[in-house]
T-cell receptor, first 117, second 117 residues
Framework: QQQVKQSPQSLIVQKGGISIINCAYENTAFDYFPWYQQFPGKGPALLIA?????SEKKEGRFTISFNKSAKQFSLHIMDSQPGDSATYFC????????????????FGQGTILTVHP | GAVVSQHPSWVICKSGTSVKIECRSL??????MFWYRQFPKQSLMLMAT?????????EQGVEKDKFLINHASLTLSTLTVTSAHPEDSSFYIC?????????????FGPGTRLTVL
């Protein structure tokens, strides 16, 4: 079974600061590593995802950095805003995700981000 | 982006009754849908993988006779919680994969809050 370890559990930053969340996985069946953002009482929404043929992907203020050899990837939120306050989940493909379970993801434990104004 | 809906958004029921939750992909076809359960301040735990026209694949420890899954069409999967008990109270979230896309992105529904009295 896939283990995905996410850290830190909670993070407090000031407005304008950089938020960094890390994720480590064990094995994978396919190469797709997403980050999801979840607000209270809502379903998760895809924030940004990366395929490991590149080491970094940037979309606006959000950047994923990927280290395939270390089996780690991280989310950087630049110029953090109070509206970014949410829970963030990384996910990694389940190494046994084949056949009828293709696409199955294992989620990290989540990071509660609070951005103070 | 692709839209996934869930109905109802919240439900309160008495212990011993059954509750059905619907998950629909509104603008794409989904051969695979996933059902998750999320307890407060915890991560998403995959319950089962639902494939159109075939039996669902349940994760270890999930009772298939208690959580009945039906994926009768390419746009609809249902989860029925049978003989619900207070410990089944949770946030149930579905996601769907667009079979027309080469990547493995999952689109999440808004979730259903189940409270069993």
């Amino acid at each position: 079974q896939q283990q995905v370890k996410q850290s830190p559990q909670s993070l407090i930053v000031q407005k304008g600061g950089i938020s960094i969340i890390n994720c480590a996985y064990e094995n994978t069946a396919f190469d797709y590593f997403p980050w999801y953002q979840q607000f209270p009482g809502k379903g998760p929404a895809l924030l940004i995802a990366i395929r490991p043929d590149v080491s970094e992907k940037k979309e606006g203020r959000f950047t994923i950095s990927f280290n395939k050899s270390a089996k780690q990837f991280s989310l950087h939120i630049m110029d953090s805003q109070p509206g970014d306050s949410a829970t963030y989940f990384c996910a990694a493909p389940d190494p046994n995700a084949g056949g009828t379970s293709y696409g199955k993801l294992t989620f990290g434990q989540g990071t509660i981000l609070t951005v103070h104004p | 982006g692709a839209v996934v809906s869930q109905h109802p958004s919240w439900v309160i029921c008495k212990s011993g009754t059954s509750v059905k939750i619907e998950c629909r992909s509104l603008d794409f076809q989904a051969t695979t849908m996933f059902w998750y359960r999320q307890f407060p301040k915890q991560s998403l735990m995959l319950m089962a993988t639902s494939n159109e026209g075939s039996k669902a694949t349940y994760e270890q420890g999930v009772e298939k006779d208690k959580f009945l899954i039906n994926h009768a069409s390419l746009t609809l999967s249902t989860l029925t919680v049978t003989s619900a008990h207070p410990e089944d109270s949770s946030f149930y979230i579905c996601s769907a994969r667009d079979w027309g896309l080469a990547n493995n992105e999952q689109f999440f529904g808004p979730g259903t809050r189940l409270t069993v009295l």
